[in-house]
């Protein structure tokens, strides 16, 4: 047997009572498990490194802490302690000697819910700020509080709380993105809460397009600043100092150092306005590590459709190969995943596209004025404009906004007008009308402003109409110079009717049995495949086995294509409607031609029946007021119209060339 020694935890003797003894206190590091990620760059590999420490041990809870270098690199985890089904007990002491001791730079915590809940609990979060502030005194950064369970994760550097919450600001559309993750959800109204704020997420990028979107957002934004504003009236305590943006949302990073604020990037182009690609990319980017419903992800999906569709994206943007990718990558996600997917984006891909992310970000003093737009001529806001004041004053003092700032005059001529509404001298936050004007044409693009007569308070009275400008007449030169959008349209539908115009119109019309449905079927599929959200309007038909067979042959199963069995009082989403038949919707020429000026940037495609002539049913009205003309006969298509002529194509060959 081996022989007996004594353990001495702290302090002890031995035989001889007068002598003490002091232990050596030691960190050992024991041959742990392996891993198939080293390097932390997302909350996503923070979870799959959890998911082999956890283990099975899920019904107690347990706090863990990650150790890594300066490069992110896991160099070790402690398992704190292991508590009850619903507590467990965290030492912040305890937790910064053992992380000083290891030398680590970066830490990342993480408990376990065995409910199964996703949401932390107000302990949690001040668990998480006095950790993240503790680590700070000995220049260790909190990159990340991860809640586990074995059904998915909560991080708390994603959702933008990894400091606590954030302090009450004004919320506006320019930053109602960065800004809402850190309210604390408690405190708002069901109509306010994290669901209706996914749509807003989703939609933001439509706020200049859509007009239901943007009155959606701006009332949102409206009440939740009314909310918060409450709330600060209730909690009249020291104000709390802003945590800089990016030290709340900022995602671990693999070049994150711990001693350097995350948000001080030498890279970074202060621009204006984001470029829409490099917007879209940093949203793509954000999805990495999370988990998404079929719903978010098809809202991507559309919203980035529309922008090519519409050439906001071209083909000679900087990054359309990126774009291509992401457009490649969200289809095949959609149509691969159940209800929920947690998005992963291989690492070369992510640092790659993470850098174009992070490339550009707006001048701060764009953000303030447009925050002034918002405010100004508006009464009753003198608590947002106190708010934006010091905002400003701030950013000015400590140099944020330097003097050599292009909108530096225009900031003091803000300032000025705030300080004369804050003292009572006008009704409403004014500014003169043709900065206004010049600030709304740069800044607010797709708002029309009305001039109107304002009294020595700055409130409007007796609006005058837009005059409507005279008839341009322009030289044939000229017109042929000019460019217009097309729909970029490939294959072997370019061959039939060319390359239409976004918003072009189109009728189809064949006796029975000739191949029009499955023409305007796989036509359908094409441009929901290429060009975006397609609505086959399916009154012939309806939702029979036929549809079903012929959609199902032709491959036309794709989250784009959209089947109806009458016409949705809403076209709005929609850039291609196809109806079928317009015979049988009973619909009249003017009906038409209504929905084409209801619609101006949605394609309508027209099916119609036929005489036994083969003549389509109706007034020629009809074949008037379309761009294209196609008649199907004998599976043989034939096109006339104004973007190609003579265009023929066998309609049940379904091979596409591009």
């Known amino acids: 047997m081996y022989q007996e020694k004594k353990e001495i935890v702290l302090f002890g003797v031995d035989d001889e009572p007068l002598k003490a003894f002091v232990p050596e206190i030691k960190i050992r590091m024991n041959k742990g498990k392996a891993f198939d990620v080293k390097k932390v760059t997302s909350s996503g590999d923070i979870y799959a490194i959890l998911k082999r420490i956890y283990g099975r041990n899920t019904i107690q809870e347990n706090f863990i802490m990650l ?203 202060q621009v204006e306005k984001l470029d829409l690609e490099v917007s879209f990319i940093k949203r793509y980017v954000g999805l990495h590590g999370k988990t998404k419903d079929k719903s978010q992800v098809l809202n991507l999906l559309n919203s980035l459709q529309k922008a090519i569709v519409e050439k906001r994206i071209r083909k000679t943007s900087v990054y359309a190969k990126e774009i291509g990718n992401i457009q490649n990558q969200l289809i095949k996600c959609y149509n691969q995943m159940g209800n929920t997917i947690q998005v992963n984006i291989d690492e070369k891909t992510l640092e790659a596209y993470s850098v174009i992310a992070h490339s550009e970000k707006t001048m701060l003093s764009v953000m303030y004025i447009k925050q002034y737009i918002g405010l100004h001529g508006k009464q009753d806001v003198k608590a947002k404009a106190q708010l934006l004041l010091k905002k400003i004053q701030k950013a000015v003092d400590t140099e944020k906004i330097a003097n050599t700032d292009p909108y530096i005059h225009t900031l003091y001529d803000i300032v000025t007008s705030l300080e004369t509404y804050l003292q009572g001298k006008t009704k409403a936050p004014i500014i003169n009308e043709t900065t206004l004007n010049g600030l709304m044409s740069c800044f607010c693009k797709g708002h029309k402003h009305k001039k109107t007569k304002h009294s020595l308070q700055g409130i409007e009275e007796n609006p005058t109409p837009t005059p409507i400008p005279d008839p341009t007449v322009i030289s044939s030169s000229e017109l042929a110079g000019m460019e217009f959008e097309t729909i970029g349209l490939k294959g072997r539908y370019r061959e039939l009717i060319g390359d239409p115009s976004v918003g072009f119109s189109a009728m189809v019309f064949g006796l029975p049995k000739s191949g029009k449905s499955t023409l305007c079927i796989d036509f359908a599929r094409h441009l929901a495949e290429h060009h975006g959200k397609v609505l086959f309007v399916a009154i012939e038909e309806g939702f029979g086995y036929t549809l079903k067979e012929k959609l199902e042959r032709l491959g036309a199963i794709h989250p784009n ?46 099916i119609f029946h036929t005489t036994k002539e083969g003549n389509f049913r109706g007034k020629q009205d009809f074949a008037h007021d379309v761009d294209v003309i196609i008649e199907v006969e004998n599976g043989i298509a034939k096109a006339n119209g104004r973007f190609g002529v003579g265009g023929k194509l066998e309609v049940f060959q379904n091979q596409e060339t591009f």
Do not use: C, W
Request: proline letters at 5%; aromatic letters at 8%; glycine letters at 4%.
């Open 67 to 269: 150790l890594l270098n300066r490069a992110n690199k896991l160099i070790g985890y402690y398992r704190h302690t292991i508590g009850s089904s619903s507590a467990t007990i965290v030492d912040i002491p305890m937790i910064i000697g053992l992380a000083t001791k290891a030398l680590a730079q970066a830490v990342v915590i993480s408990h376990n819910h065995p409910s199964g809940s996703l949401f932390p609990s107000e302990p949690d979060k001040e668990l998480t700020k006095n950790l993240s502030q503790a680590l700070k005194t000995v220049k260790i950064v909190l990159l990340d509080h991860v809640i586990y369970t074995t059904e998915g994760y909560y991080s708390f550097a994603d959702e933008g709380t990894l400091n606590g919450l954030n302090d009450t600001a004004m919320i506006t559309t320019e930053n109602i993105i960065s800004e809402y993750p850190g309210i604390d959800q408690s405190i708002l109204p069901e109509a306010l809460k994290q669901d209706e704020f996914e749509f807003i997420r989703e939609n933001i990028d439509l706020y200049n397009d859509d007009e239901t979107i943007k009155k959606y957002i701006d009332a949102f934004a409206e009440k939740l600043n009314e909310v918060l504003e409450k709330e600060s009236v209730k909690t009249p305590s020291e104000p709390k100092k802003k945590k800089e943006k990016s030290e709340k949302t900022k995602t671990p990073k693999s070049s994150r150092k711990p001693e350097t604020e995350p948000s001080q990037n030498d890279s970074e182009i």
């Open 561 to 606: 294509l959209i089947i109806a069995e009458k016409i949705p009082d809403d076209l709005s989403q929609y850039q291609f409607v196809f109806i079928d038949s317009v015979s049988k919707a009973s619909l009249t020429s003017q009906d038409l031609t209504k929905l084409r000026k209801d619609n101006p940037k949605t394609a309508f495609i027209f």
